[in-house]
């Protein structure tokens, strides 16, 4: 089963669409006008069910098919938001909105489940309920999270959950995936360092907050060269550093942060113990203290067994066999679709987006070529899933 062909009879539809939301990306939960023009076209494709304001403003819509006597119930998950980042592309539908873009893809993702609802509302070449689940908020707001609080899978009845990826670098349409982690936690963290500020011309009657930072930062990166086992993954990186704001003062306080990145919990606990140790231990070894703030965002996006070989052999009927790896490297990298996966067994796989610009800079795009090997995936899926 190769890609499906009324995808190709109406990708230019397709096509059109995902640049539309590509000239108006929004963020977090402020996605307001893409969940709206969500919600028009599934009616307009005709699905039996279209609820809006699910986890503040995620879409959903439900295609049942020609029967449901199986009883199953399967959820496919798209992306709707951007991110605060200038466009470069020089693209004909780059973004309208100074400061935000599809950096991420996004926009393409929500043009193949598109592609596929309408696909599969006009076919219903099924036996069961395909639910279709559009999500804002995923780029650091936690989408997944608040549609699954706000009871997505139990007023759907949702048995099993899948979400879709693109991924520079992997060739056009080539299909990525593998049992468990697949993408990292991400945790954040700041450390404020409380010193004893002076003039710049005395610092000995002072406890420099800087030189107390800047021997944490150095001494956090032992966390993972020293504490992490060798063979297990984890990733800690201090991004910010502020302190100070006149040449001729020492400051009172530094403040530094970052984030920390782990595929099991063993890691992950390890690596928030060692940080507030070291933090500390430096801290007082100065004469300084600090105050930490350690936030567990994201969980580890971790694919069930079952259902990560079944979308294997989905993706191989659509791209062949030496198109798809199903024993890929995870990423570190997180996702929020690791709530649907923790909420429901399921399986998040990665489309390649082939030879392009990476994900969150200002000349990435979605590559339009690989939208009906996209749709194509999410319908066979379904009918595979739930065969008529």
């Known amino acids: 089963m190769p890609i499906v062909n009324r995808f190709a009879d109406f ?4 096509v059109a669409w995902r640049r539309d939301i590509h000239r108006h990306p929004e963020l977090l939960y402020e996605v307001h006008r893409t969940a709206a023009t969500v919600a028009e076209k599934l009616r307009a494709f005709g699905v039996d069910e279209v609820a809006t304001g699910i986890g503040r403003t995620g879409v959903v819509g439900v295609i049942r098919g020609r029967r449901t006597t199986s009883g199953k119930v399967v959820g496919l998950r798209a992306d709707m938001d951007a991110l605060p980042l200038g466009e470069t592309t020089g693209k004909p539908y780059a973004s309208e909105v100074a400061g935000l873009m599809h950096a991420c893809g996004h926009d393409g993702h929500t043009a193949m489940l598109l592609g596929a609802a309408r696909y599969l509302a006009e076919t219903r070449n099924f036996d069961g309920t395909a639910v279709v689940i559009f999500q804002p908020a995923e780029e650091g707001g936690g989408g997944g999270k608040a549609m699954v609080e706000d009871g997505l899978m139990e007023r759907w009845n949702i048995q099993e959950v899948y979400g879709m990826h693109n991924m520079p670098g992997i060739p056009a349409g080539h299909f990525h995936i593998r049992p468990g982690p697949i993408m990292a936690s991400t945790d954040e963290f700041t450390i404020i360092v409380h010193g004893a500020g002076a003039h710049a011309a005395k610092p000995h009657l002072s406890v420099d907050p800087i030189i107390v930072g800047m021997g944490i930062g150095q001494a956090l990166q032992t966390i993972v060269s020293r504490s992490v086992d060798p063979v297990a993954s984890a990733v800690v990186s201090l991004t910010r550093f502020h302190a100070g704001g006149a040449r001729n003062i020492i400051s009172d306080t530094a403040e530094l942060g970052g984030t920390v990145r782990t595929l099991r919990a063993a890691e992950r606990d390890l690596a928030e113990r060692r940080l507030r140790e070291i933090a500390a231990g430096v801290a007082a070894a100065y004469g300084a203290t600090v105050e930490i703030d350690y936030d567990r965002n994201y969980p580890v996006t971790s694919n069930h067994v079952k ?11 659509v791209a062949g066999d030496s198109r798809v790896e199903a024993e890929a490297d995870p990423l570190l990298g997180g996702e929020d679709f690791s709530y649907m996966l923790e909420a429901r067994p399921g399986a998040f796989i990665f489309i390649g987006n082939g030879d ?12 339009d070529d690989i939208i009906p090997a996209g749709s194509s995936y999410w319908a066979r899926l379904v009918e595979t899933a739930m065969p008529a």
């Not at 259902?307 to 009927?317: I, L």
């Not at 392009?356 to 590559?367: E, I, K, P, R």
């Open 11 to 14: 990708q230019a539809d397709t």
């Open 356 to 367: 392009t610009a990476g994900l969150h800079t200002s000349t990435y795009d979605f590559n």
């Open 307 to 317: 259902q990560t070989a079944f979308a294997a052999g989905v993706a191989r009927s």
